[in-house]
């Protein structure tokens, strides 16, 4: 009957190779039944600058007038 061994040997192929691959669909659900969360707010965050200088006293003065001139709160 190697027939029926056959067809043994390829419904446990087909189950496993079924198994295996079920999880994709379960990641393609898993958008659609989870709610939306609100979002936190944004936390405050603070910068340094780095500025890397050597014998640079004629322009530094002004750099740093640039930097504090930056689009960013000054706290």
């Known amino acids: ?3 029926e ?3 043994r040997i ?3 192929l087909s189950l496993l190779f079924t198994l295996c691959y079920a999880y994709q669909y ?3 659900a898993v958008p659609f039944l989870l709610r ?3 979002a936190a707010p944004a936390a405050r965050r ?3 600058v780095l500025i890397a200088a050597r014998n640079e ?3 530094i003065g002004p ?3 640039s930097i504090r001139r930056q689009d960013y709160p000054q706290e």
């Open 1 to 3: 009957m190697p027939s």
């Open 5 to 7: 061994t056959v067809y």
């Open 10 to 12: 390829n419904l446990i």
């Open 26 to 28: 379960i990641y393609m």
């Open 36 to 38: 939306d969360r609100p």
């Open 46 to 48: 603070r910068y340094a």
């Open 57 to 59: 006293e004629l322009v």
């Open 63 to 65: 750099l740093l007038d």
